[in-house]
């Protein structure tokens, strides 16, 4: 039996081939590793699962002509000069001549000698932003350093470097000798990272940097939003209601604005301002019965005839006693398609209502030439219907408070919809829900204002949801912490080296907590109430709560989810060192054993792995189950 460590990394244009030993297979392998490299495999950003612990070390020999990184092919000099670039490299382990990949990422020098180059092992993925920065008309203008203007006709070009613009940002040029040069909010048409092009007055001109000024508006990151969303603020206003069309417009956070069931709303300050639902867009009028009941801060009103409305409609209330109960309100929540509900945190109690049309739902519709777009969420147009004349459809109003949006995102719903998500962001082929049947009914809600890195967001996405997900070979493979797989792979008492096992600490209780916008308009003019929303399930009489990261605001979905948690969470964490280097055990494998010594049988759930290439042995961690082994004799 021959168990070799082959290496394979590609550097200065060539692919290399290393062992510790010397190894000849379809290439040969040349001795330049001087030991084992180190690799560990498991969670290391929430639910991200990635290279815990990894290095590998090169001999140093930069006189070595055949070494990668030898002085006279110039690898030497091009490692020092950057010696954080990311180096691809994979490892191998081959056993009877079967071989099988351990590892496929990047590696970047970390310490060198004399002796040896040691380099650190990193996941290959390229990580990128979460929110995506838009133009925001409230910041102050910025001036832009460039080498020069050129134009070709009505094309100028403006040679900038590193200049961060995007195709469809805009620019205000002034003080150029030739003034057709000068433009104000002109849209940009990007070329590559250093240049930029835009139009203008047909010239032929060139103008060298000293004599004009090129500004820009700042930009900010954008709201990124998945599932439903209700009443979310941190919008990026684009006008200022003083351009040709007046209202006010702000960059679309990914809202679909052509669902009909989640139809996109705008309010200001908690009033409707604009909705989608063009159906009846003069309102609609119903007579209400019975008492209205009302439960804490919420009142429930009844009609004689299907209503019509959905949550964020605005509706004007008569006839109710108390009158605290009447006037102008936001519908929070639609029972059934006879009764609505709204805020109102008034004392007094109710005791009927009377008369008849004393509910009045108004749509307040966008208006055909206001509806908003992919990229764009308009105010509401000042005459919706044109009834007044073209113009005053396509003049939108001002908003005098805060904007909030509620709507569905066109990112996705559900929790297969988010790895899908990240995955296309991630550039990123394939997707794998083999270990995670059930993702596509698990419905997420998020709203995020806070710039981020992608992963860290996705592995606390998936540690809130009870999931883990890797990336390797072009794949992300999901992994449901409470899925148990039926196959699973059965490990010998004479393979177990040794075993361990970690009770967890007790918890009292889990817990998730988030922040709502609760709309009152029971005062003038209408306020948003910031109220802490938390949902928890007991667990032990003693120990402390654990937060868990909150990914829906639906009570009941994120009962259930916190409750798979605890399933697992309480589970003990076992820990076996398994003879040999075992390839065919990977994160997310089931393993099932004997272990005679302790008088148990074991079923696990791997979820750390790491290699042991001198000692060859392997080692894993994961939760599972421990139950004793009957015995049928008596010593």
Known sequence: MTDVL???????????????????????????????????????????????????SIINKPNDRFSPFSIFSGGYAKLISDPTQQIPVEIKWQQNERTSSLFDGTMYLKTFGSDALTFLLEDKYTDVDLLQNEVDIKANFSTLSSVSISAAGTTATVISPDHGLSTGDEITVTSATTSNFNVADS??????????????????????????????????????????????????????????????????????????????????????????????????TRTATATPTKSGDVVTVTTTAAHGATIGDQVTISGITHD??????????????????????????????????????????????????????????????ASSGANDAQNGVVLLGTAYVSGVSSNGKTLADFFAYIANKLNVTNVNFKNAPNASSINLEQWVTTQ????????????????????????????????????????????????????????????????????????SPAQIEDRPISVMISNTESGKIVDVPNVTENVDDQITILKNIRTVLNKPVINLTIGDVRTDIKVGTRIKGIRKEDGLSLDMMVRTIAYDFSGLTTQVSGDGTISVIEQTSVY
Request: hydrophobic share 30%; aromatic share 12%.
């Open 6 to 56: 082959l290496t394979e990394m590609t550097f200065n244009n060539k692919q290399w081939y290393l062992s510790q030993d010397g190894h000849m297979s379809e290439n040969y392998y040349a001795p330049y590793l001087t030991k084992a490299p180190q690799l560990e495999i498991g969670q290391i950003k929430g639910g991200f699962i990635g290279v815990r612990l990894g290095n590998i």
């Open 187 to 284: 849209p940009i048409t990007k070329i590559d990272d250093n240049s930029f092009s835009y139009t203008v007055v047909s010239t032929t001109a060139t103008e060298i940097s000293g004599t004009y000024v090129i500004q820009f508006k700042a930009k900010k990151p954008g709201p990124f939003s998945f599932g439903i969303v209700d009443m979310k603020r941190g919008l990026i206003q684009k006008e200022d209601g003083t351009g040709t069309t007046k209202g006010f417009s702000y960059a679309n956070p990914q809202l679909n604005p052509t669902d009909t069931t989640n139809r996109l709303r705008l309010f200001d300050d908690g009033i409707l301002v604009g909705t989608t639902n063009s159906a009846g867009s003069t309102g609609t």
């Open 324 to 385: 605290d109960y009447n006037g102008v309100f936001v519908i929070i929540d639609t029972p059934t398609t006879s009764s609505f509900s709204y805020y109102n945190n008034s004392r007094k109690s109710i005791s009927g209502i009377s008369g008849s049309n004393n509910v009045f739902i108004e749509s307040n519709y966008f208006g055909v030439d206001r509806v908003p777009t992919s990229s764009t969420i308009f105010t509401r147009a000042i005459d919706p219907d």
């Open 452 to 523: 981020t890195k992608l992963i860290d967001y996705a592995g606390k996405i998936a540690e809130g949801s009870n999931y883990l997900f890797e990336i390797k070979n072009d794949e992300l493979t999901v992994f449901d912490r409470a899925e148990i797989p039926d196959e699973f792979i059965t490990i010998e008492n004479k393979d177990i080296v040794n075993a361990s096992y970690n009770i967890p600490y007790p918890a009292k209780a889990f817990r998730a907590k988030w922040r709502a916008y609760i709309p009152n308009t029971t005062v």
